[in-house]
């Protein structure tokens, strides 16, 4: 099979043997696959894959399932799902867990099936599991034309929460805001912690989803009502920060964070199981679904990691089989 390889911080081309799935696993026939941020990392040796995993990069997929593991008897071949998966979706085949497969919803084709499991996993775990956002309550995300914004703008919108998110240009806040946010705020040329203040009646934000760390960390304490939550998936200023105490313990704020990829696969199959039932249906009706940017062929993989780092994009970036 042909399969993208990452060789001296560059994708190349390749050819591997098609893998054989374990006892849990499933073997997908690949129609296409997610291209996100991890990627890049793994790319430029700055984020290894879990032990066990593939290096062929890539953490969603979606496509026909070709056999299935001993021990699976829930898929067949010939289902169409989509997958969450450590590693190996660049690829003519893939192996997923067969219980972190989740099938490709009502009316959706295989590209936008492919845009659902790394945003829609980490957007859901991170925000409504271990963020605990709720109804009336208010969301800041960065990056709101990202795959994890547009996202994180649908989903907290479908469950009645309000959201704030900050944007690199006029054209994007626009975007978000026909999206479902409340605010876009242009943070080249706006303070995102004076005007949280004024658009929350300085009260600040209940739950802040965020991708940057290091200098913003202290921004986000001034952000966080009484009581409020910041959720870490990523830092990409940096992972160290200044800390001041004092407003964690005025305000009783919660600091926590998560990474998804090394997870295991039961902690992830939870989270499936929350999707299917919670999110799914509103994806099956049309009420939510995936904002896809652009496509390209596997084989053009470096062109879309290219694409990616020039934040260029709106939503998600797909390579297709």
Not at 6 to 29: F, M, S
Not at 107 to 135: C, Y
Not at 137 to 147: D, K, N, P, R
């Amino acid at each position: 099979m042909i399969a993208i390889e990452i060789d001296n911080g560059a994708l190349k081309p390749g050819q591997r043997a098609v893998p054989t799935p374990a006892a849990k696993q499933v073997l997908i026939k690949v129609a296409a696959a997610g291209v996100n941020r991890p990627d890049l990392m793994q790319r430029q040796g700055l984020y290894p894959p879990p032990p066990g995993a593939s290096d062929i990069p890539g953490l969603e997929v979606a496509g026909t399932v070709q056999a299935v593991g001993d021990s699976v008897s829930f898929l067949k071949p010939g289902e169409k799902v989509c997958a969450l998966v450590t590693g190996g979706a660049y690829a003519e085949y893939c192996l997923a867990s067969a219980a972190l497969c989740l099938p490709v919803p009502e009316g959706f084709s295989f590209i936008q099936a492919a845009a659902l499991p790394e945003t829609f996993f980490t957007v859901w775990s991170n925000v409504f599991d271990r963020g605990h956002l709720q109804a009336g309550e208010t969301l800041l995300v960065h990056g709101g034309t990202s795959g994890i914004g547009t996202t994180a703008i649908q989903l907290a919108k479908a469950f009645n929460a309000k959201i704030i998110v900050t944007a690199g240009s006029k054209a994007k806040c626009e975007f978000c805001l026909q999206l479902g946010a409340d605010a876009a705020i242009n943070y080249k040329e706006q303070d995102f912690v004076e005007e949280i203040k004024r658009l929350n009646d300085s009260k600040g934000v209940d739950v802040i989803l965020d991708m940057i760390g290091g200098d913003y960390f202290p921004r986000h304490l001034k952000c966080l009502a009484d009581e409020g939550r910041l959720v870490q998936i990523a830092v990409q200023n940096g992972p160290k920060t200044e800390l001041n105490l004092l407003p964690v313990m005025l305000k009783r704020l919660t600091i926590t964070g998560s990474t998804l990829r090394a997870r295991d696969d039961a902690f992830k199959a939870a989270i499936a199981g929350r999707l299917l039932e919670k999110v799914w249906p509103l994806l099956s009706s049309g009420r939510i679904k995936p904002v896809i940017h652009s496509t390209f062929a596997l084989t053009e993989a470096a062109l879309a990691h290219q694409l990616m780092e020039s934040s260029q994009h709106i939503g998600k970036i797909i390579l297709t089989v």
